[in-house]
Structures are given as structure tokens and as C-alpha cells.
């Protein structure tokens, strides 16, 4: 009770300690943001302040992002101040007199004299816990392998900031009942998870060599709950694979992963190009492109180029071009309003109303052949049946395929999109190169994927190129398909 006791008034000391920084931090960005309307804001079309303007805006948001910090320092005490730890060992490490109290919670904390007084259950000693009985152990540390031995395993039952029980076990003890039971005391319905990991599933949580890490497990298994708990992992690791929320992308069914991410995480081809059309750009009594100059540019692109790509440089040079002309442009109108005297007053101001008209005439001109409509482009491949069959040149077809054919014309006609096509849309909207590719995920989590197709994973193999993957699927449980063990195979 003596460890218990000190812990809690040190999270007492350290919350008391945040509240009054927040409080300041919150009070100082009020009275800053006040300081920026008085001083900028009635000025804001004076170019002069732009400057100093862009100066208190970076100072603002690095006090937004500081307070912040805080706030989530001090969620994080009011968890601790809820239920300190939950487990304990004592560790001895080989070659090292001192046994060593591993306390073990949610979340790291660390006094003072810079003594840790309880180690986040992520921790790499922490999987000592999880992983081994009493006696020889070991686990993984930044400076290498540590082997030791454990002495004692404890756990503890801590709620709502009371000490309620705690037992010694040689094994790690799931089961509710016989917790109570060794205990010798009662308590309420136990839910939180980390407690309960199994060595099994500690390994699949930590592991971080596996590019495609892949889990099978019958409903009931605790994949979801695995898949949640390395989320979490990842993200304490942070420090050494620069991961955070923004690096992961879950796919789930499962209403729990968003739930619990808000709780409790930090708790196709060239063939059809041409029927785009490309138009002769006249601007300031002048042709700047012609039709046929622009499209043996689009042509003659580097082919490591995609299609959107290279008609989005196609549009940049042509809008480029129309801003080089557009102070001539100006001129040229007001040289034309000037002959007429009922604008004698308002040359300049007509001038440059005529040309924000005539601009947006010719980015609506331009973007009608830079721009695809991909339905439109989808719908041309299934109506154009020589084109159809031409692209199809190699495959092997299904033996209804012109009804197929027939059936999705007539639904894209009534602008009718099939699950499967919504897919191949998509599919062929990315291969051209239209999309928000993210080299910064690193980590995408799929859970259920036993009902998922290739194309599914081609997608995502296309849209996050850089990053690792988790996959839990249960084949036993595949809906609207047959599956198997050779599923994985295939992914």
C-alpha cells in the first residue's frame, strides 16, 4: 500500500501541477489572439503587416500546439488517477545484483528524481509480463537483447483511484472468477484489455519486421482486440519508427476500432485519350496553343508520367502562359473600354472585371479536355464494344460476358453503379493516375478480410505503396464467397 500510496500522490502533484500550466497556456492564447486583432486585424490590407501578421500566426500555433500537449498529458494522469498499474515483476538481470519492481499501467510515469514508477504496458520490458512464467526471460531493447530472471508476477486490481485486491501467480490469471477467487475479495466485472493479453497475442502486437503481417482467428479468437492493441503499440513506438495517427489507416466494419480510437488512442491505357479532344487556346489576340501542339506534348511525355499527371502539366502551362499575358491583356481592354465614354470613369475597374469574366470562360475551356469524366470513361469502355473487346484482348472471359456487357451498359445509362463496377471505377480512376496517394501511411490495419477480393488489395497496394500491413480474417466466416487457407496466398 506504501508503493500504491506514493504513486497516487505523485499523480496527484503532477495533474494539479498541468491544470495550472493549461489554465495559463489557455489564458495567454486568449489574451495573444487579442493582441493580433488590435495590432493586425484592423490593418489586414496593409502589405506592410503581412509579414509581422505570418510571424504572430507561427507564434500562435505553437502555444495552440503546446496547450494541446498539455491537455492530453493531463486525460493521460486522469486515467493513471483512475487505475494506477495492474501488474507487477520483479526482474533481475543477469550479471546485476539489484532486483528491479516493474510496475506496470496505460501509461508511462516518471517523477522528479527521473525514477520511473510505472512503465507503460507497451514498454519493451513490459512483454515480460505477457510472455514468460516465473524464471529465465528475456526481451527486446533498443541496445539489444536483455536476459534476466523473473522473481514475482502480480497482478493488481485498481478502480476508480481504490485499491481493491491484488494476487501472485505463476501465470498470468484471465479468467474473472478465479482472479477473484485467488484474491479472496470481489470486485467488479473486469473489462480492461491490456491486462488480459496473452503471450500469443503480445507477439503478433509487437511485432514490427513483418511487412504483411497476417492473422487468422476464429470468432471469439481476440483478433480485434489484438489489431486495436497494436494500433497503440505502433504508436508508442513512435520515438523509433515515426509513427503516428497520422501514419495509419484502419479498415474495419467494426464500429469498436472508432469508438476505441477516440477513447482511448493517444487511449488504365492510351487508347482513349484522344476522345478527350484537345481545343486551340486563343487568349489576348493571340493563339498561345495550338490543338495539335498540345496534344503531341501529351503524347511525347516521359512514360513514368500518368495520364492525369500529364494533362495536369498540360493545364499548369497553359495557365502559366495566360498569366505572362495577363498585364498585357489588362492594357489591350482598357486601350478598347476607353473608346467608349460611358466607361471613362471606370477604365481600369471594367478592364479588370472584363478579364476575371474572360478567365473563367477559358478555365472552363481548358478543363473540359485536362479534366476526365471518369463515368463517362467507364461507360465508353462497356458501350464501345470493339473497344471493349480490344481492351479485353488477352484475358480469359467469362462465358455471359456480352450479357455482363449489356447488363452494365444498361445500368451506367441510368447512371446505376454496381458495387463491382464502383470498384473497377475506382480501380481505373487510380491506375490513371488520379489520386491522393499517401507516402506517409505506414501502417494500414484490414480487419475482416476473408470477404475482401484482389482488387480490393490492388487498390490498396496502389494507394498506400509505402506501407506495411495487418490483416485478421476468419475464412470460416466468409460472406457471399467460398474461402480458403489459400486466401492468404493470394494476398
Given at each position: 500500500?506504501?508503493?500504491f500510496?506514493?504513486?497516487m500522490?505523485?499523480?496527484?502533484?503532477q495533474?494539479?501541477?498541468?491544470?495550472?500550466?493549461?489554465?495559463?497556456?489557455?489564458?495567454?492564447?486568449?489574451?495573444?489572439?487579442?493582441?493580433?486583432?488590435?495590432?493586425i486585424g484592423?490593418?489586414?490590407?496593409?502589405?506592410?503587416k503581412?509579414g509581422?501578421?505570418?510571424q504572430?500566426?507561427?507564434?500562435?500555433?505553437?502555444k495552440?500546439?503546446?496547450?494541446?500537449?498539455e491537455?492530453e498529458?493531463i486525460?493521460?494522469?486522469k486515467?493513471?488517477q483512475?487505475?494506477a498499474?495492474?501488474?507487477?515483476?520483479?526482474?533481475?538481470?543477469?550479471?546485476?545484483?539489484?532486483?528491479?519492481?516493474?510496475y506496470i499501467?496505460?501509461?508511462?510515469?516518471?517523477?522528479?528524481?527521473h525514477?520511473?514508477?510505472?512503465?507503460d504496458?507497451?514498454?519493451?520490458?513490459a512483454s515480460?509480463?505477457?510472455?514468460?512464467?516465473?524464471?529465465?526471460v528475456?526481451?527486446?531493447?533498443?541496445?539489444?537483447?536483455?536476459?534476466g530472471?523473473?522473481l514475482?508476477?502480480?497482478?493488481y486490481?485498481?478502480?476508480k483511484g481504490?485499491?481493491?485486491?491484488f494476487?501472485?501467480?505463476?501465470?498470468?490469471i484471465?479468467?474473472?472468477?478465479?482472479?477473484?477467487?485467488l484474491?479472496?475479495?470481489a470486485?467488479a466485472?473486469?473489462?480492461?484489455?491490456?491486462?488480459?493479453?496473452?503471450?500469443?497475442?503480445?507477439?503478433?502486437?509487437?511485432?514490427?519486421?513483418n511487412?504483411?503481417?497476417m492473422v487468422q482467428?476464429v470468432?471469439?479468437?481476440?483478433k480485434?482486440?489484438v489489431?486495436?492493441?497494436r494500433?497503440a503499440?505502433?504508436?508508442?513506438q513512435?520515438g523509433?519508427?515515426?509513427?503516428s495517427?497520422?501514419n495509419?489507416?484502419?479498415?474495419?466494419?467494426?464500429p469498436?476500432?472508432?469508438?476505441?480510437?477516440?477513447?482511448?488512442?493517444?487511449e488504365?491505357?492510351?487508347?482513349?485519350?484522344?476522345?478527350?479532344?484537345?481545343?486551340?487556346?486563343?487568349?489576348?489576340?493571340?493563339?498561345?496553343?495550338h490543338?495539335?501542339?498540345?496534344?503531341n506534348?501529351?503524347?511525347q511525355?516521359?512514360k513514368?508520367?500518368?495520364?492525369y499527371?500529364?494533362l495536369?502539366?498540360?493545364e499548369?502551362?497553359?495557365?502559366?502562359?495566360?498569366?505572362?499575358e495577363?498585364n498585357?491583356?489588362?492594357k489591350?481592354?482598357?486601350?478598347?473600354?476607353?473608346k467608349?465614354p460611358?466607361?471613362?470613369?471606370?477604365?481600369?475597374?471594367?478592364a479588370?472585371?472584363?478579364?476575371i469574366?474572360?478567365?473563367?470562360?477559358l478555365?472552363?475551356q481548358i478543363?473540359?479536355?485536362?479534366?476526365?469524366?471518369?463515368f463517362?470513361?467507364?461507360?465508353?469502355?462497356?458501350?464501345?464494344?470493339?473497344?471493349?473487346y480490344?481492351?479485353?484482348?488477352?484475358?480469359?472471359l467469362?462465358?455471359?460476358?456480352?450479357?455482363?456487357?449489356?447488363?452494365t451498359v444498361?445500368?451506367l445509362?441510368?447512371e446505376?453503379?454496381?458495387?463491382?463496377?464502383?470498384?473497377a471505377?475506382?480501380?481505373l480512376?487510380?491506375?490513371?493516375?488520379?489520386?491522393?496517394?499517401s507516402?506517409?501511411?505506414?501502417?494500414?490495419?484490414i480487419?475482416?478480410?476473408?470477404?475482401?477480393?484482389?482488387?480490393h488489395?490492388?487498390?490498396?497496394?496502389?494507394?498506400?505503396?509505402?506501407?506495411?500491413?495487418?490483416?485478421l480474417?476468419?475464412i470460416?466466416?466468409t460472406?457471399?464467397?467460398?474461402t480458403?487457407?489459400?486466401f492468404?496466398e493470394?494476398?
Amino acid at each position: 500500500m506504501e508503493y500504491f500510496n506514493g504513486t497516487m500522490y505523485e499523480i496527484q502533484l503532477q495533474l494539479s501541477e498541468k491544470l495550472i500550466e493549461s489554465g495559463a497556456s489557455k489564458e495567454d492564447i486568449i489574451s495573444f489572439r487579442k493582441e493580433i486583432w488590435e495590432d493586425i486585424g484592423h490593418s489586414a490590407g496593409d502589405k506592410d503587416k503581412l509579414g509581422e501578421l505570418a510571424q504572430y500566426l507561427q507564434n500562435l500555433n505553437m502555444k495552440t500546439s503546446s496547450y494541446f500537449s498539455e491537455v492530453e498529458e493531463i486525460e493521460k494522469l486522469k486515467r493513471l488517477q483512475d487505475s494506477a498499474y495492474f501488474a507487477r515483476i520483479d526482474f533481475k538481470e543477469y550479471g546485476y545484483d539489484e532486483v528491479e519492481k516493474i510496475y506496470i499501467g496505460k501509461y508511462t510515469l516518471i517523477n522528479e528524481e527521473h525514477e520511473i514508477l510505472v512503465y507503460d504496458w507497451r514498454s519493451p520490458i513490459a512483454s515480460v509480463f505477457y510472455r514468460f512464467e516465473l524464471g529465465d526471460v528475456h526481451y527486446e531493447a533498443p541496445v539489444g537483447k536483455i536476459f534476466g530472471k523473473t522473481l514475482l508476477k502480480r497482478q493488481y486490481e485498481i478502480k476508480k483511484g481504490k485499491f481493491e485486491y491484488f494476487f501472485d501467480a505463476n501465470i498470468q490469471i484471465v479468467d474473472e472468477f478465479l482472479r477473484k477467487l485467488l484474491s479472496q475479495n470481489a470486485s467488479a466485472k473486469m473489462t480492461n484489455i491490456v491486462e488480459t493479453i496473452q503471450r500469443d497475442q503480445d507477439l503478433i502486437i509487437r511485432d514490427e519486421k513483418n511487412e504483411l503481417l497476417m492473422v487468422q482467428g476464429v470468432a471469439g479468437s481476440g483478433k480485434t482486440s489484438v489489431a486495436l492493441h497494436r494500433i497503440a503499440y505502433l504508436m508508442y513506438q513512435e520515438g523509433v519508427s515515426n509513427l503516428s495517427h497520422d501514419n495509419i489507416v484502419i479498415i474495419s466494419p467494426n464500429p469498436l476500432f472508432g469508438k476505441y480510437i477516440s477513447n482511448v488512442l493517444p487511449e488504365l491505357g492510351e487508347e482513349n485519350v484522344a476522345a478527350l479532344g484537345f481545343e486551340d487556346i486563343y487568349y489576348n489576340n493571340q493563339y498561345l496553343f495550338h490543338r495539335q501542339s498540345l496534344k503531341n506534348k501529351f503524347l511525347q511525355r516521359s512514360k513514368y508520367i500518368s495520364t492525369y499527371a500529364g494533362l495536369t502539366q498540360i493545364e499548369n502551362m497553359i495557365l502559366g502562359k495566360i498569366r505572362e499575358e495577363k498585364n498585357s491583356r489588362i492594357k489591350n481592354l482598357e486601350k478598347f473600354i476607353s473608346k467608349y465614354p460611358e466607361h471613362m470613369f471606370e477604365i481600369k475597374e471594367y478592364a479588370r472585371t472584363l478579364s476575371i469574366k474572360e478567365n473563367a470562360k477559358l478555365v472552363y475551356q481548358i478543363h473540359s479536355f485536362t479534366t476526365i469524366d471518369y463515368f463517362k470513361l467507364y461507360y465508353e469502355m462497356f458501350s464501345n464494344k470493339n473497344l471493349f473487346y480490344t481492351l479485353a484482348q488477352g484475358l480469359k472471359l467469362p462465358e455471359n460476358i456480352e450479357e455482363i456487357r449489356c447488363y452494365t451498359v444498361e445500368n451506367l445509362q441510368r447512371e446505376k453503379l454496381k458495387y463491382e463496377d464502383a470498384l473497377a471505377l475506382t480501380f481505373l480512376k487510380i491506375k490513371i493516375g488520379d489520386n491522393n496517394i499517401s507516402k506517409d501511411i505506414k501502417q494500414v490495419v484490414i480487419d475482416e478480410a476473408q470477404d475482401y477480393y484482389p482488387i480490393h488489395f490492388k487498390i490498396l497496394n496502389l494507394l498506400f505503396p509505402r506501407a506495411k500491413y495487418t490483416i485478421l480474417a476468419d475464412i470460416n466466416q466468409t460472406i457471399e464467397k467460398q474461402t480458403t487457407l489459400s486466401f492468404y496466398e493470394e494476398i
